[in-house]
């Protein structure tokens, strides 16, 4: 069955760490862009990062910079979120997806069953 599959998440204390993994089964991630989004109660659904399939190159938004980090790992099919110095504000449902059109393209082709991140202060 084609599909991803995420795994992490939980309830961290302010500050503290969490990472994501983002597995795919049935195809391979190496030609896929892959992002991480999530969604909080009553807000829009964000995206958090992304890593693109060419030269692994990052891209992630502002209010993340120099706390989470996105990483692939292609020989796994896995793209994983390195989530530190968490706050509060980062509670929300994380989702990973596949973009074929390019970081921030908006063409999903999979998506992940998604993770809570719940941070408390």
């Known amino acids: 069955q084609v599909q991803l599959v995420q795994s992490g998440g939980g309830l961290v204390q302010s500050g503290g760490s969490l990472r994501l993994s983002c597995t795919a089964f049935?195809?391979?991630?190496?030609?896929?862009?892959v992002g991480w989004f999530r969604q909080a109660p009553g807000k829009e659904r964000e995206g958090v990062a992304c890593i693109s399939s060419s030269d692994g190159t990052t891209y992630p938004i502002d209010s993340v910079k120099g706390r989470f980090t996105i990483s692939r790992d292609n020989a796994k099919r896995t793209v994983y979120l390195q989530m530190n110095s968490l706050k509060p504000e980062d509670t929300a449902v994380y989702y990973c997806?596949?973009?074929?059109?390019?970081?921030?393209?908006?063409?999903?082709?999979?998506w992940g069953q998604g993770t809570q991140v719940t941070v408390s202060s």
């Open positions: 997806a596949t973009d074929r059109a390019g970081c921030g393209g908006g063409v999903y082709d999979y």
């Open positions: 049935g195809f391979t991630l190496d030609y896929y862009n």
